[in-house]
């Protein structure tokens, strides 16, 4: 069992900043893709960056040059670290540990059937 704990998210204005932290015990890391996820409201839950085991990382189109996923050294919080936000950026946002690659990750998402997931946090961009 793998118990993940979201924060970190909130109401921003358009252009603005927020970072999330995933809680998450630290054999996670070494075991699974540690992944965060969005859900926009009406639409499938799709990636946004995955931090592979060997520590690659991979971004979803969207997230790319604006998104940043990272972790702490101790192997305990992982981050999403978003910069220029836009409206269409709304949407509950998910952390996950998942035995698929980061690659995959972004580019076909990944059933909540799989893997471990958090309760999620909404993030909100106004314009």
């Known amino acids: 069992q793998v118990k993940l704990t979201e924060s970190g998210g909130g109401s921003v204005q358009a252009g603005g900043s927020l970072r999330l932290s995933c809680k998450a015990p630290?054999?996670?890391?070494?075991?699974?893709?540690m992944a965060w996820f969005r859900q926009i409201s009406g639409k499938e839950r799709e990636g946004v960056a995955g931090?592979?085991?060997?520590?690659?990382?991979k971004y979803a189109d969207f997230a790319k040059g604006r998104f940043t996923i990272s972790k702490d050294s101790a192997d305990t919080t992982l981050y999403l670290h978003m910069n220029n936000l836009k409206p269409e950026d709304t949407a509950m946002y998910y952390c996950?540990?998942?035995?698929?690659?980061?690659?995959?990750?972004?580019?076909?998402?990944?059933?909540?059937?799989?893997?471990?997931w958090g309760q999620g946090t909404q993030v909100t961009v106004s314009s």
């Open positions: 996950a540990a998942v035995p698929f690659d980061a690659d995959l990750v972004v580019r076909r998402g990944v059933s909540e059937s799989f893997g471990y």
């Open positions: 630290g054999y996670a890391f070494s075991m699974y893709t």
């Open positions: 931090l592979d085991k060997d520590g690659s990382k």
